[in-house]
């Protein structure tokens, strides 16, 4: 059973057998893990959030109109793009692929009057939107060749902490509901009500789940509207890490990242400590097994 770390349930991952197992408490795992985060944050952007952001910059932004248009050809693409930028992603079109028609701006240039170009030569011309004409793109399971880059994601054994956490939230009185309704986002929080996406791998959705409840204990009260974006993400996501280290979940930089992508940095999350760590701490007090259980565990270990 994968449990979480108390004042007496961690010990060295190397003990010595002659010396007596030294245990650490929940504040002392909790330290560890915000000064981690923060060394993480403090490294810098990693090479793997670096190789992310450059291919996702070779995507557009399409229309509202063009996004109708993508998703009734193609209803269940996810990542779209020309042949050329395709190609310097080093992936190819497969042979027989019908394309998606999407409309292209035509732009033109609209020439000021020469009286007019003399009185500000860096104003001479304007452009201007002069029609549209077809263009076509292409989903990425229509291509072969190079994987797109990802960022670091969570991995590891939850054990029955994803059952607790759920139990806990329950408890607060907190609704939650799983929807593909909103996809792309892996979980929101809406105040009283967290929906999450299905599909994930168990890591993933309990460290969405702790980073939404966390949103829900911290960002749904008095503290709504004096803080932001920023610090919210930060903070959620710092307790998502701290929590998630402490069940033994491998996150390597998936929160550092996520919290460069929300332009937040180690001193946004130096600056929210103290939240973060009584948020971490009263989560992980939640997923303390019950008596019920330590007394089932104890009972199981006399049996083998």
Do not use: C
């Not at 923060?38 to 070779?58: F, H, K, P, V, W």
């Not at 139990?167 to 909103?182: A, H, M, P, W």
């Not at 969405?208 to 409840?213: K, N, Q």
């Amino acid at each position: 059973m994968n449990t979480i770390a108390t004042t007496s349930s961690v010990t060295p991952s190397t003990p010595n057998p002659k010396q007596p197992q030294q245990r650490q408490t929940a504040k002392e795992i909790i330290a560890a893990n915000v000064k981690e985060l923060i060394e993480q944050l403090e490294a810098g952007r990693s090479n793997a959030l670096t190789a992310y952001l450059d291919a996702m910059s070779r995507f557009h932004n399409y229309s509202f109109g063009n996004v109708l248009e993508i998703a009734r050809q193609r209803p269940n693409a996810t990542r779209v793009a020309g042949l050329y930028a395709w190609n310097q992603l080093g992936r190819k079109v497969k042979k027989g692929e019908k394309g998606i028609r999407i409309l292209a701006p035509i732009i033109g240039i609209k020439r000021k009057r020469n009286e007019e170009a003399e009185k500000d030569i860096t104003k001479q011309n304007t452009a201007v939107l002069v029609g549209f004409r077809n263009a076509y793109v292409f989903d990425v399971s229509q291509t072969d060749g190079t994987e797109l880059p990802t960022m670091h994601e969570v991995h590891g054994d939850v054990g029955e902490n994803r059952d607790r956490l759920v139990s806990y939230i329950d408890r607060q009185g907190i609704e939650l509901v799983f929807t593909e309704n909103i996809a792309p986002a892996l979980g929101v929080s809406y105040g009283g009500r967290i929906a999450i996406l299905p599909g994930q791998s168990e890591a993933e959705e309990f460290s969405t789940l702790v980073h939404e409840l966390a949103h829900e204990m911290l960002h749904k009260a008095e503290r709504r509207t004096t803080t932001t974006k920023v610090v919210k993400e930060t903070e959620a996501e710092a307790v998502a890490f701290v929590v998630g280290k402490a069940v033994g979940l491998k996150a390597g930089t998936a929160s550092a990242d996520y919290i460069h992508l929300y332009h937040g940095n180690a001193s946004l999350l130096a600056e929210s400590l103290e939240v973060i760590q009584e948020t971490s701490a009263v989560i992980l007090a939640a997923l303390e097994p019950s008596r019920t259980e330590e007394m089932a565990d104890a009972e199981l270990a006399q049996v083998a």
